[in-house]
């Protein structure tokens, strides 16, 4: 679905995507974006996000290398003006196969409030991690404070007491993950 409505706990809001994959003498290029604008506390009229996701490959017949790893970044506004808030995903390089390619990790910093998060690649009960993430996990000051689970229908699950704006802060991490095609799952797609 490329666009829609959806509700978050007592937040809410639209959201329009899109993803375009290029392909051209064995190089392939990803883009894609993610704008949103959500309502709800801790939020005086409403905040618009817009996000884009790029990565670049090589198609080398038997495999693909990633030459620039996926990175995913969001700016926002309210009412039309640039906000103090920053949200960054990005793949993970380093160690491991290509099995655990997908790991990513990041963070968000909105109204004072810096939530690191990262990606959940094992289903409950298997031995083998997955391809892509499953989910995400919100932490702040090294503390889990809550998770994104992504089989399914988005799930966002926070855990109890958490500040207010933590929690708007957390939810509007969570609106960004769940309304972006990611391209380790939709190239399948294309």
Do not use: K
């Amino acid at each position: 679905m490329p666009g829609g409505h959806f509700t978050a706990g007592e937040y809410r809001g639209t959201f329009d995507r899109s993803l375009d994959r290029w392909s051209f003498g064995g190089a392939i290029a990803r883009r894609g974006h993610s704008d949103f604008t959500i309502a709800g506390p801790q939020i005086s009229s409403t905040i618009e996000a817009r996000c884009a996701m790029r990565e670049h490959a090589l198609d080398l017949g038997l495999a693909e290398v990633t030459m620039q790893p996926m990175a995913y970044r969001c700016d926002f506004t309210a009412e039309g003006r640039p906000i103090p808030a920053r949200f960054e995903l990005q793949e993970v390089v380093g160690g491991g196969s290509a099995i655990t390619r997908y790991e990513r990790r990041g963070e968000i910093a909105l109204g004072g409030e810096m939530v690191r998060f990262r990606s959940v690649d094992h289903i409950a009960g298997t031995s083998m991690p997955s391809l892509t993430p499953v989910g995400y996990v919100f932490e702040q000051n090294g503390r889990e404070i809550g998770a994104l689970e992504l089989t399914g229908r988005p799930a966002l699950m926070l855990s109890a007491p958490v500040d207010p704006g933590v929690a708007r802060t957390v939810t509007i991490a969570a609106v960004s993950l769940a309304t972006f095609w990611d391209p380790a799952i939709h190239d399948l797609d294309m």
